[in-house]
């Protein structure tokens, strides 16, 4: 695969920004270059502008791309759930207001051959990593009755967004840290039934979520040996692999102890499940 161009621009409309959910907003952002280049799993550095705006910028998985009539994608989206004053300032942005974006940056999901079963396990927030990846899925002729989100939250009032992959033929299935809505349980209890209904062999793993989650889901696919890859969440100043400030631990032949570093920012987000070092 041919890497994605990356751009920098510090003038990029918002377009829309709507609550979805509580604490949880929608913003559609204009840059055309940007959301041709885009590719599933990868993300963006947005920053706000004007006097006080927070000086770091944040990174924000590609939820969706906007095409116009002839298919051309001519504007992106991210979903973000306001927990600082980063995206506080976000969530009160209204069309036409400007923001600085540079990206797409980082590495993809890649999709498995014909007959696999995509067990999408989202967290949370995590959430936004993969409306892009069913695109990608069904863009590429596999079944789209083969892809299934699981998807948990706290509680029900903190669901996002799940209605737009039925929409597209998803099977979804919902649970809740409170029985809510769904059944109660974890994301994993989720993937553990699946698994245990069929072989490991059948199913890919896909996780995006809290580390607490991801750690559990890759630690059941070095057990099970079952294909997987998360993509990792960590806190990034210049998104590119310069400042070394979003390190994660992998496991390495070339360590005498067994593990090495690598950055989420340019070696990632995304990770193989086999590749993460857990203790």
């Known amino acids: 695969m041919p890497e994605a161009k990356k751009y920098t621009n510090d003038s990029v409309i918002v377009i829309s920004n709507e609550c979805v959910a509580a604490e949880h907003y929608c913003m559609t952002l204009g840059e055309p270059r940007m959301a041709e280049e885009a590719k599933a799993g990868q993300f963006f550095q947005v920053r706000l502008k004007g006097e006080g705006a927070p000086f770091l910028p944040r990174p924000f998985s590609i939820y969706d791309w906007r095409e116009d009539d002839s298919g051309r994608r001519v504007a992106f989206e991210i979903l973000y759930k306001v927990v600082g004053k980063g995206t506080a300032g976000l969530s009160r942005l209204r069309a036409g207001d400007k923001v600085a974006v540079t990206g797409p940056l980082g590495n993809t999901f890649t999709l498995p051959e014909r007959g696999k079963t995509a067990l999408v396990a989202a967290g949370g927030i995590g959430i936004a990593s993969f409306l892009t990846v069913l695109r990608e899925w069904i863009g590429s002729g596999l079944p789209v009755k083969d892809f299934r989100l ?70 059941y696919c070095q057990e099970k040996g079952i294909r997987g890859e998360l993509t990792l969440e960590a806190r990034m100043i210049c998104g590119f692999g310069v400042c070394n400030s979003c390190a994660a631990a992998v496991k390495s032949d070339k360590a005498a102890d067994g593990w090495d570093y690598k950055l989420v920012c340019r070696d990632g987000p995304v990770f193989s499940a086999e590749s993460l070092w857990l203790e």
């Open 150 to 219: 699981l998807y948990g939250a706290r509680c029900r009032s903190l669901l996002v967004e799940e209605r737009k992959f039925a929409a597209l033929g998803a099977g979804v299935e919902v649970i809740t840290d409170d029985g809510s809505c769904g059944v109660r349980g974890t994301v994993l209890d989720l993937v553990k039934r699946h698994v245990e209904r069929g072989a490991a062999g059948e199913f890919v793993i896909y996780a995006s979520g809290p580390m607490p989650m991801l750690e559990a889901v890759a630690r």
